[in-house]
């Protein structure tokens, strides 16, 4: 990690509020160009040399320029359907045990913010390969993955349930309307024991996916949901936030069984 | 990752339980060697040469066999005080954006789970030095670590405020009662902009060191706490579980500013 | 309520304990009785003509003596399936708006322990009317409510979707498997626009019962989960309670609807 | 309670939206009288002679109108303060075990909210005092509980600390921003035994005021915040809600000790 921003750098802007949190904004930083803020215009090209934790005056108000991390660029990947949020996709990952070198499968790319996650957690040795059946989906994550650099995601464009090319699978994941058509495929190509991990939104799906993945050679299925509760502090008190993200989806991890 | 179980394998023995979650178990596995669990003896040498997430009979019930996880081993790491539950170390991860090739520096090392976890970040390439003053804690997580063939993780005897070598680090983690005692050395030699996380139990600790970070050249800092809730579903019925882990400890995720 | 404790009295003896919370137990006061807790024995005679809030001192500890409130009584009314806790006792009460005076009807008595708080909130000039089918459990909350002295609760052994003879009724409560199959007697006997209310602990059956009571002429439906999360508070430190019921059931409000 | 809607009745105009969960309004049935809503005027006086429950049409969708119940009052009395929620004020009483006939004395008038639902607690043969300093709280909390038409609430002007006239007081009830401050006013005039409920915001809060509580002649503290999670819930799928209340506050319940 580089100490001074360079142009071409994604670049985190934080503007610090009083009760709402801050607001932040993911930039790439180019000479000569101008990016607009709640609190102002500010030139980007301007950041260039300068180092990281810099503070930025805008016309009504300062930023902090951060190099953005997992977390910061998996919340602005934009999503036409529901995110899967940090905390869900780092809680399905260390579940998982996903782990340098690994070979993993994704179905249900969306905006590619969980492949980011995953690119990240195998290193430049490992590989993450996701499937999408959504042509739009598909293009838009390949754009994200290619502005972030990423260089270990492999997207196709297909139906995991047919298309799946991959054998000797490390670990699966799952973020699909109906998981549970998956568990055939997902049985085939992954290593014995091997961990598959799904996040689905509804009791009816965690259902369906938990029902299905026992009669279908999983185990150890374990289901929970990952709540994130902020706290505001300050010298004169301490207190939990006001409003929270009461939900995002739930977590389903389980493994392959064999005979 | 291997197909087989080989002799010196960590393995997970689970025996699921209908109301209570799974009953667990870390082993080694060794020719000659007999585990006994709560329904009776496992003879570990007779697991060597089969496929991971096989079932193994013994005397009360059946066992199924897995490699562990990342979370697996962390919740096994035994550890005197309070432990980082995988939960809120992928947090703090995630959140810190740890990456392949990071060099990153630990404050509390006590069991060696956060160190773990971290050298899965990092990767081979990568650098994780952590530091503690409990000369019990150091050796409990050496002996720990070496089991697990860790390689990239340096362990030190040493109080992390007066004794730190390292420079350009990438992001620091802290365990400890007084974080914000760490904070001028963490301020010296992390990076410009880099990530400083850190685990405490009570809301005076949040305080005390949410105060001291701003008051001392960091910012962007937020709090929280990460709750996991599990849910009991077969074909009857979907259910959250009737107890949960109600508390661990809070998580405080800031950056190191600069002028 | 008086100052003094009389013979006769419900009285719960509070032992405080360090980090578990404390151990209670609810007895009746009476010459001649003693009681054993776990810490020795208490002569309940000896209490007669003490104040409320008394120290009782035992062979290992020391109790506390007071005055049972409602939550304490619900919490120690034993029920063999599982019971509706003041916390979403009291949450449907306020949100169905009981008042002094109101007629209230009852599905699923079970011990009684919702009949006894739905008692003081219709007072001496209003009237509880529990349903319960076994004949067990209506026993049961018999014995319960003769003891605790509630004189404005009848009990009726029968189907509440059957035999209901109560008309008007101003709200209905339902603790029971399958209150769907109550809604047509309940949209019959109950006021225009009046609420009813329903706990039950799984999605399913939160589903079954909100579809069919907006296809059953009721609206207004809401369907809520309430949590109570412990604090461990004293001179060094302020923290949650490491463990806490994660869940008891879901609470079902909603009102008849006219044309 | 009447079946049909009369002149001066209180009403609560429901509009159901999809996915926002309801838009409430509380207004007084007046002849002559036009409202307007989000979707369209309602003339309130075409409502009277109407049953509980009806639908009323206006220009843009369709409201059903309710009886409020003490919850939804509760809600809409405005107040420039935090107000204390229903599920708070629920949760203080049943644990509290206010009674009908009880004295109850409060502290903090606030808008009158608390008061108004302690009011239907104690019933008409019971009492609630409520001590404010602010007058501008003092006379809206008169105004709006003389529109409830709340007969057994006295409101004083006046600082609890000094000018408490009350004895042998059944329950009290602190919603203030010093509560500690009423310890030693609490200790007098309370029953031996008697329960002290307070709310408070902040951890800083629960920690002085319990430990000054248990330095002051109280016991059986304990501290709890109260979660309320809303649920969505239709034929297709049944999920918690995207958003919650996070916090309003903690509730402390203690009782008077004697030696």
Not at 60 to 76: C, L, N, Q, S
Not at 208 to 224: S, T, W, Y
């Amino acid at each position: 990690m580089a100490v001074e921003i360079s142009e071409g750098d994604l670049a985190l802007l934080v503007f610090e509020r009083r009760r709402k949190g801050p607001k932040k904004y993911l930039v790439r930083v180019e000479r000569g160009k101008v990016f607009h803020t709640h609190l102002g215009p500010v030139d980007l090209g301007e950041l260039i040399g300068r180092r990281w934790g810099c503070s930025v005056e805008v016309k009504k108000g300062i930023a902090r320029v951060f190099r953005p991390t997992t977390a910061d660029i998996m919340e602005k990947l934009g999503r036409k359907t529901q995110i899967i949020y940090p905390k869900d996709a780092a809680y399905m990952i260390i579940k998982s045990g996903v782990r340098p070198g690994d070979l993993v499968v994704e179905g249900g790319t969306g905006s590619g913010s969980l492949a980011y996650a995953l690119s990240l957690s195998v290193g430049p040795t490992g590989k993450v390969v996701s499937y999408e059946v959504n042509p739009k989906f598909h293009e838009m994550a390949k754009e994200n993955l290619r502005r972030l650099g990423v260089r270990n995601v492999e997207l196709k464009l297909g139906d995991l349930r047919t298309d799946i090319a991959e054998r000797d699978v490390d670990a699966m994941f799952l973020d699909m309307a109906a998981p549970w058509e998956v568990l055939p495929a997902a049985r085939e190509v992954l290593k014995p024991g091997a961990p598959l991990a799904v996040f689905v939104p509804s009791c009816e799906q965690i259902k369906k996916f938990a029902v299905a993945a026992r009669d279908g050679g999983f185990g150890h299925i374990e289901v929970v949901e990952v709540l994130v509760r902020g706290y505001e502090v300050n010298e004169q008190r301490t207190r939990p936030a006001s409003r929270m993200i009461a939900h995002t989806g739930f977590v389903v991890t389980s493994r392959k069984l064999v005979d």
